[in-house]
């Protein structure tokens, strides 16, 4: 730019040169030169700028690209942005009909009644499943003793007679786990005064493949002395320890099982790994503008939280008889399994009569707001929080008959320490047996971390039959 400028003011504006021009600008002439001076005034100053005037244009021509282009690139910028600022606010109001191209409000996808031509709205949808018969598998007490439920019979622990690999795998496969399923035997001497009585089952010879409660036949005693105790998934490892308000920084390293359950690309809930492809969580927040199920995403393995590379979702259950706080579970299934590793493990389920008492310490973790009307965590929060009795919270003064079988508390009576809103269904675990176990889902409280008024969660050990029913439904 400045270079053509000093050009241009050595330029005359005539074309013609002066006399001193010309003393100025003498050169040796070669023989070819014309003798008609007034010719080689013409032609020498068009000399000299015929090629500078391709200078000047190609730099003017630039500048004026450049600019078009920057212009472009910022207007373009502007566009995009603004343009994504407006999709988020729509999405989150609206439902976009695609067939018929129109919006519906959101609360009208997934209400029970078409909006969109051929109900496109009502077809991706949260799903409720009501267990009406008793999943017949489980594993009980802090062993995991394998259990069989048979109707009249009841339930009966499984002897080790004739038990093969086939069964273990058969049997895991029920309880909705295929990895690492895993056998041990235990002395039905060692086992409690209640068990060791029985009653007993056990495998009839090649039965390997069928359902563990048709392959196996009452027994009064068990010929080996031995019963079968299962761990079916590589589960519950975690960290070395243990907004949540009032809790401390947390790496999701130790917590592999903590999700975070997105809408528009924003933290909505808390969730629990249980296996490569089913998270646990709240019934409670997949109601209202949250029943289209494929506006979730599954954030898994990171600290911090963010909304990049989130899993998407193909079926949202919740359980059928949520209502007032009482139930209040639900299930994702992811579209594919995710690969484990660190920062990405399931938690495991608690076998039936894990015998929690008041006073044992829990951990509750989550992004939830970090304080009664603050705002979400950035990173990840722990808090270890003891169990609450029955009896103490079902107590007038502090929850009453608020307080169903399905539920559990869990905090400080004093305050100071609690799940808040964000880390609603989000886990509630308990080390034991060197694994940490889902004893609980972030569900209720009255505010957070107030005096006399304890978090409440969900009592998953009321809510594992629901479960099974529905990894075994949704296979
Ligand atoms: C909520 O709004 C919420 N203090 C979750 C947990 C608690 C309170 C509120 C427990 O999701």
Redesign the pocket.
């Known amino acids: 730019m400045s270079e053509s400028r000093v050009h241009q003011t050595k330029q005359p504006s005539s074309g013609v040169l002066t006399k001193t021009q010309q003393a100025d600008t003498q050169q040796p002439r070669d023989t070819t030169d014309p003798l008609n001076p007034l010719q080689q005034a013409v032609l020498r100053p068009g000399r000299h700028r015929k090629p500078m005037t391709p200078h000047r244009n190609t730099a003017s021509k630039r500048k004026r690209v450049v600019l078009t282009v920057l212009t472009v690139i910022v207007v373009l910028g502007i566009l995009v942005t603004a343009g994504y600022f407006i999709k988020q606010l729509i999405d989150t109001k609206y439902y976009f009909c695609k067939r018929s191209i129109k919006f519906i409000p959101l609360d009208k996808a997934c209400d029970g009644t078409s909006d969109c031509t051929d109900g496109e709205d009502e077809l991706t949808c949260v799903s409720s499943f009501t267990d009406n018969t008793t999943f017949p598998v489980r594993l009980i007490t802090p062993a995991g003793v394998l259990q069989v439920y048979n109707e009249g019979a009841g339930w009966r622990s499984v002897c080790g007679d004739d038990w093969t690999e086939k069964h273990t795998a058969t049997t895991c496969q029920q309880l909705g786990y295929t990895q690492n399923p895993q056998r041990t035997v235990l002395s039905v001497t060692a086992l409690g005064a209640s068990l060791s009585k029985g009653p007993f089952t056990a495998v009839q010879s090649g039965t390997g493949t069928s359902p563990i409660q048709t392959a196996t036949i009452d027994r009064t005693e068990c010929r080996t002395g031995q019963v079968i105790s299962l761990t079916c998934s590589d589960c519950g490892q975690g960290g070395s320890e243990e907004r949540i308000v009032g809790g401390t920084d947390a790496l999701i390293q130790d917590w592999p099982w903590q999700v975070s359950l997105q809408q528009n690309g924003g933290h909505t809930c808390g969730g629990s790994l249980v296996s490569p492809r089913w998270v646990v969580s709240a019934a409670h927040c997949f109601t209202g503008t949250k029943r289209e199920v494929g506006r979730w995403r599954a954030v898994t393995g990171k600290t911090y939280m963010s909304s990049l590379g989130g899993a998407t979702v193909d079926r949202i259950v919740k359980n059928g008889r949520y209502g007032s706080n009482d139930y209040d579970i639900a299930m994702v299934r992811l579209s594919s399994p995710l690969s484990l590793g660190e920062g990405r493990r399931p938690v495991c389920l608690p076998p039936k009569d894990l015998g929690l008492i008041a006073g044992s310490p829990l951990v509750v973790t989550g992004w ?1 707001y970090l304080e009664e009307k603050g705002k979400t965590s950035a990173s990840l929060q722990k808090a270890s929080i003891p169990l609450i009795s029955r009896e103490k919270c079902s107590s007038p003064a502090i929850y009453g008959s608020n307080i169903t079988p399905r539920m559990i508390c869990a905090g400080l009576l004093q305050g100071g320490v ?7 269904g989000g886990p509630l675990v308990r080390l034991s047996s060197s694994r940490w176990r889902l004893v609980g889902v ?4 009255v ?3 107030r005096q006399g ?1 304890p ?2 969660y969900s009592n998953v050990d009321q809510l594992l039959n629901w479960i099974h029913s529905v990894m075994e439904e949704n296979q």
């Open positions: 939830g609690d799940a808040c809103q964000g880390d609603s972030v569900s209720w409280g505010g957070c971390a008024r978090g409440v």
